[in-house]
């Protein structure tokens, strides 16, 4: 009996951890024909459908910890949408809501995220948190041993800073091409393209996540489209096969979008797309030719509320913030900036001084790959602040990830005003806080000992 006990201490000690297991679905979630559009200042009735729209599930677990990562065609996220489907996922699979990073990839060609105004759109929303569900719980129950792979591309033509120096001393959004009063952009974008690629013990490919800091407003018109990462996904699965799913999302782009400024190139359509999502195929591509081999550590996963103080408003905007609304759709609305800022207004108002509720959330894999998940439109310079100082050697930022606060300017910014100031709901030094805990966590998971 002794010998027995013996040999079952040491078999267990010495016993291999379990391998890691990924699972990986996808589930369509294209609106029915005649739900409003989304991404601008205007209603936009859908006409048809470019390219379908899905919610994008990997999950992964090691050692019996499981994550899960949602990647979703819409523009923006509800918290509450993502709190309903977090419960519904957790109910059917299991995993907890703090381990399921929830993200958008901002799609201005998908339905508008925060009208109920049409009773088919009401339905829709309704209907969201079983579908991403879904999406995880078929994840979870294809679930088979994997490897994984990491590196990082670099892209630097095609992403611009849309904020500008101009002559005259402001700083200007999106001024026009060949705007002869530019001076100079206000910050430098990120050009890292992460690329994490999961294949079987039989080299068979499983699934490729994709990151990129670059607006998705290419396409236009009134057809929905999953805009260049549908292009980006098609060249993939055309290369590695149409088994492998690719999930994509969007780094922080706040302060990015697609248009050079220093050409007169026309730059809107589903020509447009294409060519974006080719160009980033292509890095992707090369990328795949340097991937990291890496010895899965633990699945770990940890969130942290942050209290975002609101951005100031003063005496008498909330009376010509509702005029403003009340006239919106109308010529009496006035000036973009006005109507924008309106509705700031009204949104910090209703609020009665309770600031904003971030979850930043990170999902990590052993010692090597961080997700981080941060809930708004952030600028990239709080993006590249939390890569400089994260302890991971790929560290992947999802911004649009477990809700939306709007746009996250860093402290520089808010002196320099133009359409994100005005937009934004955060006060100054709020993106900061942001990145605080975002490093916090990451470092505390970096160090740990232990699952969470």
Request: glycine share 10%; aromatic share 8%; hydrophobic share 40%.
């Amino acid at each position: 009996m002794a010998r027995t006990l013996i040999f079952l201490c040491l078999f267990a000690v010495t016993s291999p951890a379990a391998d890691l297991r990924v699972g990986r679905a996808a589930v369509k979630i294209t609106p029915p024909p005649g739900v409003p559009m989304a991404g601008y200042y205007r209603i936009r009735l859908n006409e048809g459908v470019h390219d379908d729209l899905y919610a994008k599930a990997l999950v992964l677990e090691k050692d019996g910890s499981k994550a899960a990562l949602v990647a979703l065609d819409l523009v923006g996220l509800p918290r509450p949408l993502v709190e309903a489907a977090r419960q519904r996922i957790e109910k059917t699979t299991g995993i907890r809501g703090d381990r399921i990073m929830i993200s958008a990839t901002h799609t201005h060609t998908g339905p508008e995220m925060g009208a109920r105004q049409r009773n088919v759109a009401v339905d829709y929303h309704e209907a969201l948190p079983d579908r991403i569900a879904e999406a995880v719980r078929l994840a979870d129950a294809s679930l088979a041993a994997a490897r994984v792979h990491a590196g990082v591309g670099r892209e630097h033509n095609l992403s611009f800073i849309r904020r500008f120096h101009m002559k005259g001393g402001k700083v200007g959004w999106n001024p026009g091409k060949l705007n002869p009063n530019i001076i100079a952009p206000t910050g430098a974008i990120d050009p890292d393209v992460p690329v994490v690629y999961f294949d079987g013990p039989d080299s068979k490919p499983l699934a490729t996540y994709v990151n990129f800091a670059n607006h998705l407003d290419t396409v236009g018109g009134l057809e929905y489209s999953a805009d260049y990462p549908y292009t980006l996904a098609k060249i993939l699965s055309e290369v590695r096969g149409p088994d492998m799913l690719t999930v994509f999302t969007i780094g922080t782009a706040g302060n990015i979008n697609h248009v050079d400024v220093k050409t007169s190139r026309p730059q809107k359509g589903h020509d447009e797309a294409a060519r974006i999502g080719t160009i980033l195929a292509g890095t992707v591509l090369k990328t795949f030719r340097h991937l990291q081999t890496l010895d899965p550590g633990p699945v770990r996963a940890r969130s942290e509320i942050v209290k975002v103080p609101l951005a100031p408003i003063q005496p008498g905007d909330v009376e010509k913030a509702r005029k403003v609304v009340a006239a919106y759709g109308t010529p009496a609305a006035g000036p973009f900036y006005d109507q924008v800022y309106a509705f700031k207004v009204l949104d910090i108002e209703a609020r009665q001084g309770q600031p904003l509720d971030a979850e930043v959330q990170v999902i990590t894999l052993g010692n090597q790959i961080a997700w981080v998940g941060l809930p708004g439109e952030i600028f990239v310079e709080l993006g590249k602040a939390i890569k400089v100082l994260s302890p991971f050697p790929y560290t992947i930022i999802a911004e649009l990830a477990n809700g939306s606060i709007g746009y996250v300017p860093d402290r520089k910014a808010y002196p320099e005003g133009a359409y994100e100031v005005i937009n934004t709901r955060c006060a100054q030094g709020g993106g900061e806080r942001m990145v605080e805990a975002a490093v916090r966590l990451l470092i505390n998971a970096y160090n740990s000992k232990e699952n969470f």
